[in-house]
Structures are given as structure tokens and as C-alpha cells.
């Protein structure tokens, strides 16, 4: 009823051969020494500075990240072991009907 049917693979006309590759030179081009580049002074870099709200803020910040990774972490540690324990009990139940029903034949 349901019979694949498998192509005929057709015959090639005529040979194929791949476009032949022409190779090409290589110029190099004379390098040239880098400009000297003059060095940063430490006086050029701006400075940070933090006031005690700042820290705070920074601080509590942080505090806020590491909690709710932390929350989502331990949901998803929750959700992999009740999918794990709802497996072993559906696996139970199936062993436990497969092994009634071999008892009864």
C-alpha cells in the first residue's frame, strides 16, 4: 500500500570538469615604521570619586543582582527536580501495571 518509489539516479551526459583556478601574485607592500605615539600622563585620566550615597547605591545595587540570580537559580534547580521526582513516579506506576498485568496472564 505505502511502497516508497526510489529515483532513478540519470545518467550524466557528459563529462564535467570544475572551472580551472587561475593563480595570482602576491605584492607586498613596503611597510612603514608606526608614528611614535606620544604616552598618556596619569593627570589626563578622569578621576572617579564616590560619595558615601554612591557607595550605598552601588552596594545595594549589587545586593539586588546577586538575589535575584540567586531566586532565579534556585527555580530552576527546583524545576529540574520536580520534573525529576514526576518522572520516577510516572516510571512507578508504568512498572507497576506492566508487572500486574505479566501476573495475570
Not at 593627570?43 to 550605598?56: C, D, H, N, Y
Amino acid at each position: 500500500m505505502l511502497r516508497p518509489k526510489i529515483p532513478a539516479m540519470p545518467q550524466p551526459t557528459e563529462l564535467i570538469t570544475p572551472p580551472a583556478v587561475e593563480p595570482t601574485a602576491v605584492i607586498q607592500q613596503p611597510t612603514t615604521a608606526p608614528a611614535p605615539v606620544a604616552p598618556v600622563t596619569a593627570s589626563a585620566r578622569p578621576t572617579i570619586q564616590l560619595t558615601p550615597g554612591a557607595v550605598v547605591a552601588l552596594v545595594g545595587g549589587g545586593t539586588a543582582v546577586v538575589l535575584v540570580v540567586g531566586a532565579v537559580l534556585v527555580s530552576m534547580l527546583l524545576a529540574v527536580a520536580i520534573t525529576g521526582a514526576s518522572v520516577a513516579i510516572c516510571a512507578l506506576v508504568i512498572r507497576s501495571l506492566i508487572n500486574t498485568e505479566a501476573k495475570r496472564r
